[in-house]
């Protein structure tokens, strides 16, 4: 069983930058992909990121291409998401995952990440 806990959003202005924290215990770090999701009011859940597990392979939504940066530090059991050149649109509740599986075609899937965290709330105002 993984637990993960997210830190690190806040309320930033446009074009401002926000990282995010994703910090997991209780299984086996490294062997899990993570993905991050968001989620804005009234709206459904996203793929926005994903790092593989050795952190080779790294995969982005068009939305967030050339703006987000996700990484992580298998040593420290957390992964991160730094957001650069932060829009109104990037408000949401931003999730992380993880995934056991070695594929990546179903990563933009939620329901393809057995274990997520409760979230973090990102606000950005114009």
């Known amino acids: 069983q993984v637990q993960l806990v997210e830190s690190g959003g806040g309320l930033v202005q446009a074009g401002g930058s926000l990282r995010l924290s994703c910090a997991a215990s209780g299984g086996a770090f490294s062997n899990y992909a993570l993905g991050w999701f968001r989620q804005g009011p009234g709206k459904e859940r996203v793929f926005v990121a994903r790092i593989s597990q050795g952190g080779g392979r790294t995969y982005y939504a068009d939305s967030v291409k050339g703006r987000f940066t996700i990484s992580r530090d298998n040593a420290k059991n957390t992964a991160y998401l730094q957001m650069n050149s932060l829009k109104p649109e990037d408000t949401a509740v931003y999730y992380c995952?993880?995934?056991?599986?070695?594929?990546?075609?179903?990563?933009?899937?939620?329901?393809?990440?057995?274990?997520r965290g409760q979230g973090t709330q990102v606000t950005v105002s114009s």
């Open positions: 995952a993880a995934d056991g599986s070695q594929y990546d075609y179903n990563r933009h899937l939620p329901g393809s990440y057995a274990y």
